[in-house]
């Protein structure tokens, strides 16, 4: 410790002698606008999740994961077990659509449409896209899907699937570009097809990166409301099946219990709102543990 020590210092004092003093002061004063930056950043991000934490964890316990929603809102009891379930499986049911789509529609975008007049209007169709309210594409699966096969847990996962679809294409784009050629060329030099030289070099790569866009549209698809009011319905029991009968999700009974004047409503959407923050804190801890294993294979 003490060579390492002395080893830093010996640099931090060459670094200085080295460099002029106001290049010093500008790396400080850059280095100060950084932190402040950060910390900024972390003001409302912290005062957000204290204040759910504290309005919403006196109404965690087992009974919450376990038990049906109360069938009169504005009494106390009851529990999440039915939206905490069905948020699980429509959020599921639309990564499972939407994530391998998104994923091999970036890499034709950029391992083999490049400037190609397709490239260039899937891209910009991924841009629009990205910026249609859910509100619009939730009628859009409304008008395509519900009316025909009625309210269900797959029109939801088919409605979240289109939100997250061009985040996933858009993101996994930009990670593939951060990939050096060189290493796509090394590939070729051993005789491995274009093909394979994506599977094995290029995606393991870029999967970091990769898993961090996912799990943003994962997030967002989460937290929407709006296309699953008009999807899923409003069901207080628990259905595990995605094709038959309608569901629900915490994101919708957090719309309708906080805009009720009852206590315990209220103390119910903040319950599910702490949960809904919980899950997707879990699954990003968990896909950034995966896409560190996969890197350090990949490196090795």
Known sequence: ????????????????????????????????????????ALVPLTLVIGYVLFKGAGEISLAWFTEDLPAITRKPGGGMGPAIVGTLLITAGAAILAVPLGILGAVYLHEYGGKTYTARLVRFMADVMTGVPSIVMGLFIYTVW?????????GGSLA?????????????????????DELRQASYALGNRKWRTIITVVLPASFGGITSGVMIA??????????????????????????????????VQIFGNAQTPFDAAQARAWGAA???????????????????????????
């Open 218 to 251: 994962i997030a967002r698809a989460a937290g929407e409301t709006a296309p699953l009011v008009f999807t899923i319905g409003a069901a207080r029991n628990l259905n595990l099946d995605l094709f038959n009968g309608p569901m629900t999700a915490l994101s």
């Open 274 to 300: 702490l949960t809904l923050v919980g899950i997707v804190f879990i699954f990003t801890v968990l896909a950034r543990v995966i896409s560190a294993r996969v890197a350090r294979r990949h490196n090795a």
């Open 160 to 180: 979240l699937a289109c939100l997250m679809l061009p985040i996933i294409i858009r993101s996994t784009e930009e990670m593939l570009r951060l990939v050096p």
């Open 146 to 154: 519900t009316l025909q096969f009625g309210l269900e847990g797959i």
């Open 1 to 40: 410790m003490t060579d390492l020590f002395l080893e830093s210092e010996v640099e931090r004092l060459l670094l200085e002698a080295t460099t002029s003093r106001s290049r010093r002061v500008k790396n400080r004063l850059a280095s100060l606008w950084m932190v402040g930056s950060l910390l900024v």
